[in-house]
C-alpha cells in the first residue's frame, strides 16, 4: 500500500488562545503562532491541528462557531490566517483546520433566522420538537432548551448556545461543503472533525453517536470535499471500537484518513462513563487497549495521551513531581514507536502538568463549572467536587504555554485570559532547549526516528509478556525486530527477554543493555534493535 505523508508525520495541536499572546491583550493569537514557527520547525514536526480561530462568542471557547469563513477578532484577521498558512507551508508544515458541523453557535445568522419564526427558510437547519425526549447534553442537564418565541424546543448536545445542526436537511449537507472547499481553496492541509460521529444522530430514537446514516454522509462529504486531494482528515469518534474504526479509515471506503478513539482514555473510567470518578492508571488495561487497536487490519490509529479536552498526562497517569522527566519521556517513548500517526499537545513536548486550582474562580471551562453546579445542587461536598476538576477537568490542559521563566512565562505582557501554571518557573521552552537531557530532545528524536525509519510507520506490532507494569511490545519489519519497553511505575521492575541488543535507539536513562535481564528504574523506558 502506497503510503501518505500523514502516516510519516507528527501532528502538534495548538490551542490558539493559550499558545503565543504576540498582542498583549492576554488571549493567544495568529501572530504568536506565526512568531513560534521556527520552534515548531526544530521539534520537526510536519503538520499543526489549529482547534477553532471561526468568529465565535466564545461560550465554548471557539467550539460554539458564528462565522466559519471569518477569524475571531481575538485571534487577529483572515490576513493574519493566510499568512500563517503561507509561513507553515514555507516550514513544510501543513495547517489542519478544526471543523465543528455537528453544532454551531447561536449566534450563527442561520440560527438567528431559523428562531425567527417555523416557517422560516433557515428553520430546518436545526432540529425542533414541540416537546423534549430524553436526551442529555453532554454539558449537564436537558438537551433541550424552549425557544419562548416560537414555542418550540432546539435541540443541543452541548451547551444551550450550541444549537446541533440538522444533517437530515440536504441543504445543511451543501452549506458545509461550500465552506470545507473555502477552506482547501486557501491550501489548509486537512480537517480535524469535531465529535462528527454525532452528525448521524437519530433523534426520535434517542441515537446519538454512530446513528445509522453517518457512513453515507461522511463519503458524500469525502467527494463533494477533500476525496483524492492529499489531505488529512481525522475524526473525533468517542465512541468507535477497531471495527467502526475501519469504516472510518479504511481506504476503499472514501471517508476519512483515520480517527481519534479515546478508549485508552476511558480505561480508567467508573462503567457508568463519569469520567469525574476515574481510578488511577490499570497498565494491563492499558496493555489490552493497544494491543486491539495496533492490530487495525485495515485503516489507521491515530495515537496521543493529550489533547485540549484531557487532562496533562504526566499528572494524570505519570508522576508530576519526583519522576516528572522520566514519566513524561516514558510516555513518549511508548507512544511514538507505535504504529499510527502522533499527535502531540502544546505544552507535552516539554512535559507540562496540570495546574492546582484552588477555588472554583480560578476555573473557566463550561464543562467543569456546569458539572460543580449540578453537585453541589446535589450536596455533594465542594472540596471533592474540586479535586476531581484537578484531576480531569479541561483547564489543565488550556493553562497558557510556557516560554521562559519571566512573569507571565513570556506567553503575554498583559493579564493571561487563563492563569500561568507557577511551575513555570522551570518547566518552559527556554530551559528545555538549554537542557540536553529535556523532554523536548527526546520528542525531537523520536519525531526523527519516525521519519528516517520505515519500521516505526509499517512495522507489525506484538505485544510482549512481562510485569503488570510493564507494557513491551515489538515491531517487525523486513526481517528485523524492534524492542520498546517502559515501566509505567514509581516502583523498580523486572524485564526479562531472550533477545540480545543489537543497537540502542532511544533511552530515557543511561543504561548499559550487555543483557536483557533487567532490574528496570521507576519509569524507565527504552528502545532497541534486537537479534
Same mark, same amino acid.
Given at each position: ?11 502538534y ?70 499568512l500563517?498558512?503561507?509561513e ?76 446541533? +445542526?440538522? %444533517?437530515? *436537511? ?5 452549506? $458545509?461543503? #461550500?465552506m470545507? /472547499? ?10 480535524r472533525m ?55 479509515s ?52 491515530? +495515537?496521543? %495521551?493529550? *489533547? ?5 498526562? $504526566?499528572? #494524570?497517569?505519570? /508522576?508530576d ?22 499527535y ?58 510556557q ?51 520505515d ?45 540480545v ?14 543483557s ?16
Amino acid at each position: 500500500m502506497k503510503l501518505q505523508w500523514w502516516q510519516k508525520t507528527v501532528v502538534y495541536q495548538i490551542y490558539p488562545r493559550s499558545f503565543m499572546d504576540e498582542n498583549g491583550d492576554g488571549v493567544g493569537d495568529l501572530k504568536g503562532i506565526i512568531s513560534k514557527l521556527d520552534y515548531l520547525s526544530e521539534l520537526g514536526i510536519g503538520a499543526i491541528w489549529l482547534s477553532p480561530v471561526y468568529k465565535s462568542p466564545m461560550d465554548d471557547n471557539g467550539y460554539d462557531i458564528s462565522d466559519y469563513r471569518s477569524i475571531a477578532s481575538i485571534f487577529g484577521s483572515m490576513g493574519d490566517m493566510d499568512l500563517l498558512l503561507k509561513e507553515a507551508n514555507q516550514r513544510g508544515i501543513k495547517i489542519i483546520m478544526d471543523l465543528v458541523v455537528n453544532h454551531t453557535s447561536d449566534e450563527h445568522e442561520w440560527f438567528v433566522e431559523a428562531r425567527q419564526s417555523k416557517d422560516n427558510a433557515y428553520r430546518d437547519y436545526y432540529i425542533w420538537r414541540d416537546e423534549p425526549n430524553g436526551l442529555e447534553s453532554i454539558f449537564s442537564g436537558s438537551a433541550w432548551q424552549l425557544d419562548e418565541a416560537t414555542g418550540q424546543y432546539y435541540l443541543h448536545l452541548f451547551s444551550k448556545r450550541q444549537p446541533d +445542526l440538522n %444533517w437530515e *436537511n440536504p441543504q445543511v449537507h451543501q452549506e $458545509v461543503y #461550500n465552506m470545507m /472547499n473555502y477552506w482547501i481553496d486557501k491550501g489548509i492541509g486537512g480537517f480535524r472533525m469535531d465529535v462528527i460521529d454525532l452528525i448521524g444522530k437519530e433523534i426520535d430514537q434517542e441515537i446519538t453517536g454512530n446513528g445509522p446514516k453517518l457512513h453515507d454522509y461522511l463519503q458524500e462529504m469525502n467527494h463533494a470535499t477533500f476525496g483524492g486531494k492529499d489531505l488529512l482528515t481525522v475524526g473525533e469518534t468517542w465512541g468507535a471500537t477497531p471495527e467502526i474504526a475501519e469504516l472510518y479509515s479504511a481506504p476503499e471506503r472514501d471517508e476519512l484518513s483515520m480517527v481519534f478513539q479515546f478508549e485508552h482514555i476511558t480505561s480508567s473510567y467508573p462503567e457508568n462513563g463519569d469520567k469525574w470518578k476515574s481510578d488511577g492508571l490499570s497498565v494491563p488495561k492499558l496493555k489490552d487497549v493497544f494491543a486491539k487497536w495496533q492490530g487495525l487490519k485495515n485503516g489507521w490509529n491515530s +495515537l496521543f %495521551w493529550n *489533547n485540549h479536552d484531557l487532562p496533562r498526562i $504526566v499528572s #494524570n497517569w505519570g /508522576n508530576d513531581t519526583t519522576y516528572r522527566v522520566e514519566s513524561s519521556k516514558a510516555f513518549a517513548i511508548l507512544l511514538h514507536l507505535m504504529k499510527g500517526t502522533p499527535y502531540i499537545y502544546q505544552g507535552e513536548e516539554i512535559g507540562m502538568t496540570n495546574y492546582p486550582f484552588q477555588t472554583a474562580t480560578e476555573l473557566n471551562d463550561v464543562e467543569s463549572l456546569n458539572m460543580r453546579r449540578e453537585r453541589l445542587a446535589k450536596g455533594e461536598d465542594d472540596e471533592e467536587i474540586m479535586q476531581s476538576i484537578r484531576k480531569v477537568g479541561r483547564d489543565n490542559a488550556r493553562t497558557p504555554m510556557q516560554w521562559n521563566a519571566s512573569e507571565q512565562a513570556g506567553f503575554t505582557t498583559g493579564t493571561p485570559w487563563l492563569a500561568v501554571n507557577p511551575n513555570a518557573a522551570y518547566i518552559n521552552v527556554e530551559a528545555a532547549l538549554a537542557d540536553e537531557a529535556s523532554v523536548f530532545y527526546t520528542y525531537k528524536k523520536l519525531i526523527s526516528l519516525r521519519k528516517t525509519n520505515d519500521w516505526v510507520v509499517s512495522g507489525d506490532f506484538e505485544l510482549i509478556k512481562s510485569e503488570d507494569e510493564v507494557f513491551a511490545y515489538l515491531r517487525k519489519y523486513e526481517g528485523k525486530k524492534y524492542l520498546i519497553v517502559a515501566n509505567l511505575s514509581n516502583q523498580k521492575n523486572q524485564f526479562t527477554s531472550g533477545f540480545v541488543c543489537k543497537k540502542l535507539l532511544i533511552q530515557n536513562g543511561t543504561r548499559t543493555f550487555e543483557s536483557l535481564h533487567l532490574d528496570l528504574e521507576p519509569w524507565e523506558a527504552f528502545a532497541l534493535e534486537v537479534e
